[in-house]
């Protein structure tokens, strides 16, 4: 499983909810909550090691923006 | 007439300070005036006294603008969850029959899919409505504005028992209640805040709950104060921090897992929050641990808020650097005294008031009381009766007379400081052809306060399906009421007439998420 799948995975309070997303599906459209979005961003911050910016935060919409996050994201 | 007197005498003390302010707009009272005009011109075009108005939308001030006009135009306004599934926004919507809605983008496309002849009006054009209504009739601006400043005109500011809201919470049966909120209401609410909160005229406001909740009535009681109420488009800790710095905020109101996420966040340490002075919390019990922490790392005093939707929000308060000292029974939470014009009482089940130290239930009196649940007396009978209504919320007094929470008569599942009841789940879940049977139970979370665990008796053992039942919650249920875990059960235990056997599912969900939690 990728980084970027993994840590949606581990924020989710109901993991296997993930199992019905495809990696370009909207995750809020999915059934994720905000407090899943939260604490998904929680998490990448501290895998950044950085605070994210207001455009990041509103980008983290599915598994392939995490993804891009992680690859372009970090200083 | 409430809100508009709010309205003016927000404009007599300084017409050009700012009312509202969101991401979008920097509102000031003169302008506000005129949006709300503008807006409760065009929403009486084609409704009459005590219409209903859907109101759809993600937080933006124009969702306050329109609780305002609506008032001012005699309707109804009906906050929606935009986070509701269709089915359960379309239950709400039908049931509330409304004459117009008011949504931002999104809410209008799915008025348009799910209601096309229901007329409709993009939140975001509201500025410019103002606008053009006052290029187009500015003899009419100003007979109104005559009007107001000589007492108002006819339907101007509607009446103190008029129903002004419909705030739809989750419920004990499975769907929505609308409660039904007048002006009086708001006055009461707002002048019981005014006494025991104290915002002062110009008073930053941070509003980051959502504004289709009870508490929305904090925003408005700020707005009384002539304060500037700000409001953040959605909850996150990093935009909550952003807004804390820029626009100086001196309050806000945070339910305890907002306050801990806050504190998670990184960019607190780089933040001003030196303008935050009071932190208003409520929702769900505050931890000590959290609220010692909160203060060491925003400098702000704390204050506790205990409110109900059904009692027109705000009713009790703990104020800051109240020393309150070890509660009377263990695990109890001390929420303080009744706010200036709120009755409180504790009674036995026979409804006796009982002694200090005494458990039992807490049940509150006051203008602010809502008028009753929208179409469905028999439930308001249930809470209401000789003008007390029963929170369902098990207490004590102390020798202080502060009152502290123990636990819930009823099953409600406070989950990030929204009310999720069980049966709205089971409602679901028994709609599967493989489920016989179903309970769902409170789960203690550190982060959420508590989630819903549902415990599932399937038809037969092989026909336990945790992805349909899944499937099931997502197309049917907004996502913050899916259960957090579907644990199967090979019977659901009841007493003898029929009642499930909550108590001992919640120590066994527990016990069994905390096996499974140590074994991965």
Redesign the interface.
Known sequence: MSVARTLVRESLDHPALLDRVVDDADLAGAGVNSGELIKLALRLEDHLGRPLGDEELLGLTSVNAVAELLQNGAD | MWLTHVLRRGLDHDPDALALRDSRRDVSWRQLDRDVRALASLLRRDATAGSRVLVLSGNRVEVLETYIACAAAGLVAVPVNP?LTDPELTRIVDSVEPSAAMADDAGLARVSALYPDLPRTDLGSVAELASSAEDAAQDAAQEAARSAASGDGEHWGGSLTEPVMILHTSATTGRAKGVVVDQRSLQANALSWLADVRPEPGTPFLNAGPLFHGSVVIALDHLAAAGTVCVLD??????AL?ALEKWKIEHAFLVP?MVR?VL????LA?TDVSALRLLLHGAAPMPEALAREARDKLGAELQTIFGITEGGGPVLTLRPNTVVGEPPVPGAVCIGVPMLGAGLRITDRQGNDVAEGAIGELHVAGDGLMQGYWKNTEAAAEVLRDGWLNTHDLGCFDTYGRVWVVDRRNDLILR?GQNVYPAEIEHVLRQSPHVADVVVVPLASE??GQ?PVAFVQPVSPEQFD??EL??L??AEL???K?????LPLDVVPRNPSGKALRAPLRDRAHQLITEREQTT
């Open positions: 986070a959605r909850f996150t800790p990093q935009g952003a897992s996420l998670e966040a990184k960019s780089t990030g982060l959420w989630t945790e992805a899944l499937g919650c997502v907004a996502a913050y899916r259960p957090s875990h579907f």
